[in-house]
């Protein structure tokens, strides 16, 4: 069994364009994040979301929208796609509410924005 | 930031042999945790240790804390092939930051 999946795995598309990339979880965990990879391999967190509650906003640009309708799902959609965004996201969870504990993540979506 | 700094970025090293990566943080901190990740793959958590800690164990991985350092070391020993991978540390305090990782390259 999954525990963390996202779909899709790669997405190409053009600027200017909106998208989303889709995050669930089977392990009943309370917190999950979106993490950006850029292409030095530096992983930085975007959000979290405890119970359908933002816990934490990095300043990412408000082009990026985290929604999630149930605890199991935290989708990430972005508006007006432009070049520096293109990366890897990963979407990952925990059962910790702070966000001390173990994370699990997801395989990672590539986003490539021409 | 409490961002996990991971040295070398780069190790390289014949099947067999042990591997130390260290990681660098710059304030107090509740639990650092070490992950790997495989080419193309996401994270993967091998190990938490908290801050009243200063070594631990799992399976060939050994982690020590250094708290007046500010510094960790995770060691690989007895590399096998299947460890090449990129290796991050994790610091908290209220949430978690990760560095670039090191990527370690096991020779067979």
């Not at chain 1, 979880?25 to 975007?46: A, E, P």
């Not at chain 1, 990412?60 to 965004?85: Q, T, Y």
């Amino acid at each position: 069994d999954t525990a963390v999946s996202q779909t899709p795995k790669y997405l190409v598309t053009q600027m200017g364009n909106d998208k989303s990339i889709k995050c669930e979880q089977n392990l009943g965990h309370d917190t999950m994040y979106w993490y950006k990879q850029d292409s030095k391999k530096f992983l930085k967190i975007m959000f979290s979301y405890n119970n359908k509650e933002l816990i934490i906003n990095e300043t990412v640009p408000n082009r990026f929208s985290p929604k999630s309708p149930d605890k199991a799902h935290l989708n990430l959609h972005i508006n007006s796609l432009e070049l520096g965004d293109s990366a890897v996201y990963f979407c990952a969870s925990s059962q910790d509410q702070t966000g001390s504990g173990e994370q699990y993540f997801g395989p990672g979506t590539r986003l490539t924005v021409t | 930031s409490q961002q996990g700094e991971e040295d070398p970025q780069a190790l390289s090293i014949q099947e067999g042999e042990n591997a130390t990566m260290n990681c660098s943080y710059k304030t107090s901190i509740n639990n650092l945790q070490w992950y790997r990740q495989n080419s193309g793959r996401g994270l993967v958590h091998l190990i938490l240790i908290r801050s009243n800690e200063r070594e631990k164990h799992s399976g060939r991985l050994r982690v020590t804390l250094d708290t007046s350092k500010k510094s960790s070391s995770l060691l690989i020993t007895a590399s096998r092939a299947a460890d090449t991978a990129s290796y991050f540390c994790a610091t908290d305090r209220n949430d978690m930051r990760f560095g670039a990782g090191t990527r370690l390259t096991v020779k067979p």
